[in-house]
């Protein structure tokens, strides 16, 4: 799925002008994505209630509205092929169960907006959730076990804002070869949006933790997509100590509005610098437990690498595999676009970068394959658990065609490889991001 392309682009019929595309403000451009459905009536068609104002809109019923993945505009509505409701922009990767990928140009501001944050559906997410009656479940090996209401997690602990990195475990998937099964994310199921809630460090003291839990055990509301109602598509966990980081919330807002449906309305957990999928959504209940949880999602080799390096296709025994905890170091280059033709040879390149839990030391661009790097300025993190944004002025000497490379380096040292780490899932992918320029 590609975007609508701008009059200017069409004009130039193939790579379209690197200065022509950010002449304007990309969110405001995008908006002509949907420029024929009335902002008010798009809102309703997450619900089934708005089957009836889509079939008025489409000028016929809809026989299989059924079948129609909860989250979908149909395509006849929406400029662009599958369009998702409140989401602009963003490639289709699978519609049952939802996943869609933002490109990463579009990942360009420091806070990712809502409508750029990627999806990563493990089952169907419930509809018409009601923010009053949600209740979230604090049980197994707490002292006392509690049933929140959102006003009560409101009102009884310290709500707190910052900006947090969800990335999902298999982004860059696509990259692997042998290819590995599953979503083949490339470089977006990553987002930076601002979350406000409370800690889950709070919540869990208030409970009191025992002192023979070993593991936290997350569960929502969403439905298996066998429509089984005893299976969770997803229940993953943290160890205890992981948990107790102030930098983990249940959160009730994105970006200071309500969380967008497809990203866990009304409630959900954010835990910044490990897989996304510890962020549970659509949250309901938090389980303490004396076991490593062993819900769906968390045993065999979901979002787990073999314990030692393994040669492309290599088979690894079910047994070297161990828990995915954080992410690796790794950078986004957000301008230019990959694929873009310019006159100017002196461009200011500019991205985020991002490590687990631990701070970026250094960003390098490279505009000549890693012979020579230079070092980009880069930003302090808004707050810890928040990506880094930098910046570079490269100069590309003369016509022709350029590849910018980005290179992070973290507080520990660690940084990112030119050649893939590879494993059988196809997780932790943190391979250098390459943009193509051409010189005209
Ligand atoms: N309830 C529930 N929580 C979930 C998931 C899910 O399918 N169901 N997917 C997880 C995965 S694998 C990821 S990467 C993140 C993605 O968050 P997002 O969809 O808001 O970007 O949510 C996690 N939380
Ligand atoms: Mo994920």
Redesign the pocket.
């Known amino acids: 799925m590609t975007e609508k392309p701008s009059k200017k682009q069409t004009k130039n019929s193939g790579i379209p002008k690197l200065f022509d595309l950010y002449s304007s403000d990309p969110a405001a451009a995008d908006l002509k994505i949907f420029g024929r459905i009335p902002d008010q009536n798009r809102r309703g068609f997450l619900k089934g209630a708005g089957l009836a104002t889509m079939g008025a809109m489409l000028g016929a019923s809809i026989p299989f509205s059924k079948n129609m993945p909860s989250g979908l505009i149909p395509v006849a509505l929406a400029e662009t092929g599958g369009v998702i409701e409140g989401k602009d922009g963003l490639t289709l990767l699978n519609d049952r169960?939802l996943n869609a990928e933002t490109p990463p140009h579009l990942l360009d501001d420091a806070i990712t907006p809502v409508n750029r944050?990627?999806?990563?559906?493990?089952?169907i997410p419930p509809e018409d959730v009601d923010p009053e009656t949600w209740t979230l479940t604090i049980d197994g090996l707490v002292d006392k076990p509690m049933k929140l209401t959102i006003a009560d997690l409101k009102s009884k602990f310290e709500v707190v804002t910052k900006a947090l990195v969800?990335e999902?475990g298999g982004n860059g998937r696509a990259y692997f070869n042998p290819p590995a099964k599953g979503n083949q994310w490339t470089l977006g199921?990553v987002?930076c949006s601002q979350w406000t809630g409370v800690r889950l460090k709070d919540v869990l003291e208030a409970a009191g933790v025992q002192s023979s839990v070993v593991y936290t055990a997350h569960e929502?509301a969403?439905a298996h997509l066998s429509g089984d109602p005893e299976k969770l598509?997803?229940s993953r966990g943290v160890p205890i100590a992981k948990a107790m980081d102030p930098n983990i919330l249940i959160a009730f807002e994105q970006n200071g509005e309500p969380i967008h449906p497809?990203?866990?309305a009304p409630l959900r957990l954010v835990v910044p610098g490990w897989?996304?999928?510890c962020?549970?959504?659509?949250l309901t209940r938090i389980w303490l437990r004396d076991q490593v949880h062993d819900g769906p999602k968390m045993t065999g080799t979901a979002y787990r690498v073999p314990n030692h390096p393994v040669a492309p296709g290599e088979k690894v025994d079910k047994k070297d595999f161990e828990i995915i905890e954080r992410m690796p170091v790794k950078s986004l280059i957000t301008f230019p676009q990959s694929g873009v033709e310019t006159a100017n040879r002196n461009i200011t390149v500019r991205g985020h970068a991002w490590s687990g839990d631990r701070d970026i030391s250094s960003v390098k661009i490279s505009v000549d394959f890693g012979t020579t790097w230079q070092e980009a300025n880069l930003e302090k993190a808004t707050n810890t658990g928040a990506w880094q944004s930098w910046s570079a002025a490269v100069t590309l000497p003369e016509k022709g065609y350029y590849e910018i490379w980005a290179k992070a380096t973290d507080s520990e040292g660690e940084s990112q490889p030119h050649a893939i780490d590879w494993n059988p899932k196809g997780y932790l992918n943190n391979t250098m991001h390459r943009v193509a320029v051409r010189v005209s």
């Open positions: 169960p944050h990627f999806i990563r559906n493990n089952g969800i999902c199921a987002a929502g969403d598509p997803i497809m990203n866990g897989p996304g999928s962020s549970q959504k659509w």
